[in-house]
DNA sequence: GTAATATGTTGACGCTGTCAAGATCTATGA
DNA sequence: TCATAGATCTTGACAGCGTCAACATATTAC
């Protein structure tokens, strides 16, 4: 050790943890969690391929607190979307669905972490991104309880399974979009708006 | 060799190509995508690791071979409900959805590979594979322009977009249930008629 | 029957996640 | 102040993975 404190020679990181997040989150964007490793991860960001283990269990771990990151992002969304004073209630459900769409389109690959097999299958999320994920999901059970409500989703449907349902078509859309199975993303606003009409507008302008 | 022709002991399998589909489509069943490897199905066979590379050109390629598998009974499947005529118009809508998720619901894994990002992101689905699942997809479209016309599904709203929504719809909650997102498979059929009923019934009964 | 081809084998390479053991820095408390 | 406990980071090692190259053996074609 010639350098008594250079910045990057530096034996311990400092706050390895965090940068590990970030740099993973990165490397997450632009490949893909199948082309995610830790060894590589470690390299980008300095330090020996075991020392990640000092700050997570193993992979999932870091997955998961990735993953978590994407939910805090997400839930102010959602929560920017509803409660703004400015839309009325089918703006805001319109508001909503492009929202969904577009964050999964613009950010394929968060979203597929957060809302995929990966961490789900197998019950592998830890308990703190079920502290994050849960409260997420309910607050779509409660939106939804609020739109048949006020009239733009039918109340005679069960809430949560009517939830289920207007979150599975949105999911169902975002996954054939960032999946490939539909790579055309100029339809998304088209898609959206089919969406929406067969949610809400066939209901009110009865098809003749 | 001692044996002159033991029929487990021949240099050559006979029918290596079958043999592999059919014990990786079990594996595959048993343990999914992500815990099933070319070493282990080779084991499993009987013959050595490499010994798959002289019937697929990779891993990608069997992988597409099974799924071709899968699309060739889905579309034996979805073409028995179109074309049964016992059922009528509504009725075969209600069987359609029904029978796709139970369909995922019951092959969960092969479902994933059929439909799943391991195949379609990146492209890597093998020409082979998509001359049947491009089929099986375009008769989707198909059967949505008939519910139009039949005055099942709105004719107002474009069919290609319609049939990606209502197909988005049932992949949705498919996905939801098979990742483990809503694990819980004792409401499959409450799901399909609150799905069915937003789609059909919604417009018909119109709520007061 | 011999040559070409199809199909099988072993060996090797670089990649992966993860464990064990040891090195080095930081914080605690006598 | 200083030893020591704990946190953090390192190298070494292992088994598993997909895949390539080189070689062996069986089948097919001329």
Known sequence: MKD?????????????????ILTASSMLKDNGVENLSLRKLA??????????????????????????????????QLEGIYENPDLNEEQKFRAFIHGYISYAAQNPEMYDL????????QN???????????????FQVKMTRDWQHNGLLPASLDTLRLSQVTWGTIHGIA?????????????????CE???????????EVDK
Chains 1, 2 share one sequence.
């Not at 997955?63 to 978590?68: F, G, K, N, R, Y």
């Not at 957060?114 to 299958?121: D, H, S």
Request: proline share 3%.
């Open 4 to 20: 008594k404190k250079s910045p990057k020679a530096r034996y311990h990181h400092g706050d390895l943890r965090t940068s590990l």
């Open 43 to 76: 390299d980008q960001v300095g330090v020996s391929r075991t020392a990640p283990y000092h700050h997570f269990k193993d992979k999932n771990e870091l997955l998961c607190a990735i993953a978590e990151q994407g939910f805090s992002h997400w839930k102010r």
């Open 114 to 121: 957060m809302f995929g097999r990966t961490i789900w299958k």
């Open 124 to 138: 592998s999320a830890t308990d703190s991104l079920k502290d994050i994920a849960y409260p997420t999901f309910q």
């Open 175 to 191: 996954r054939l979009l960032i999946d490939g199975i539909y790579a055309d993303a100029s339809h998304i606003d088209e898609m």
């Open 194 to 204: 089919t969406a929406l009409r067969v949610f809400v507008l066939n209901r009110l």
